[in-house]
């Protein structure tokens, strides 16, 4: 008897729990609710870099040499033309005085009162009398040859001597022009190479392009410059009234980012601030080593920023208004609405795009409506 009522007792608690069990089973699943409301999302690329001067400027020697001089440190405001640094030019510097003494040395001689010119003048000058003598005693010869005192022989001999130094004097005046030409020739040689040699000397005096202020320094007093390589960068400046926004954006999101395109900026400098600003320029080659595009922003801080400060920032490249919902509350096409205490599947056409977790309906919701989120 004993042994029966635990044996009907044991059915009943089988019994008891499996219609708890039945009755958890069939209460419903608890869910969210998501009222459907009209909102305006935005869709952001990511993106890094750094805050420049829109006409800054990398410094490079034309010429190699030892750094002699170095004018200016960082942040120093400088002019254009202004020398920055100065490299070692003592062999240029020495061809330079050795051109400018051979051409001191021409130009005396070219000079007209010069002791070379009035030595040449002179000898001229001794030849033109001799000629004049010559004639002198040809005319009076001739006068006598023709009254029949002088013999041929002797007539023909003067008149050679006189044709003789004729031609010799007209020689020398030749040589002599000829001489002051050659030296006006080598004088206008002399004076190009030493133009050329002073621009060449110019290369070693490192001026700067535009007005601005040095925004980096490269190179120490001592250091070695090979103008062939492509690291020889002296400085880096730039006019601090022309800020510009550089960023890097990834290779995968390029074809997302267009110009005109609103860009949310935030610095390290100012903590909880946000700058708005726009895409005014995208590079049309992309780094290789960093697979990254470099983008140029126009924003405007309306503070006191410096060059070379990091920024982050997010560029809006879709920006829309219209019904919104959870992803979570999609599935298949369909949503679940909420309505009068019942469920009810409604089929719904959504955008391709996602922005931030959400969807864009497009059709099949109104706003009002509530919808499980499961």
Known sequence: MIFKNKRLLIYLTLVIILLASLFFLSKPQRTDTYKVQKKKMTTSVYASGYIDSSD????????????QTIMVTEGDEIKTGQVLLILYHAPVSENLKDMEAQIGALSERLRPDSDFQ???????????????????????????????????????????????????????????????????YQLEGLKAKRQALKAELDKYYIRSPINGRVLRRFVNVGDYVNHMQQGNALFSIGNERNIETLLFVDEEYIPKIKEGMKVYISLDA?????????????????????????????????????????????????????????????????????????????????????????????EGLREGQEILIR
């Open 118 to 184: 009035r030595g040449l003048l002179q000898y001229i000058e001794m030849k033109r009398v001799s000629l004049s003598d010559i004639e002198k005693t040809l005319n009076r010869l001739k006068a006598l040859y023709q009254e029949g005192l002088v013999s041929e022989a002797r007539f023909d001999e003067i008149r050679r001597e006189h044709e003789l130094a004729k031609r010799d004097y007209e020689r020398q005046i030749n040589q002599f022009q000829d001489n002051m030409t050659s030296l006006n």
């Open 270 to 362: 100012y903590p909880g601030e946000v700058f708005e600003g726009v895409i005014k320029a995208i590079d049309g080659q992309s780094d290789r080593t960093t697979r990254t595009l470099k983008v140029k922003a126009d924003v405007n801080y309306g503070k006191p920023v410096f060059f070379g400060l990091t920024v982050e920032a997010n560029i809006i490249t879709v920006e829309s208004e219209g019904i919104f919902i959870p992803e979570s509350a999609y599935r298949d096409g369909y949503v679940e609405v909420f309505e009068g205490g019942r469920t009810d599947k409604l089929k719904v056409r959504v955008s391709p795009e996602r922005s931030n977790g959400y969807l864009h309906v497009t």
């Open 56 to 67: 800054s400027v990398v410094l490079k020697a034309e010429v190699s040499g030892t750094v």
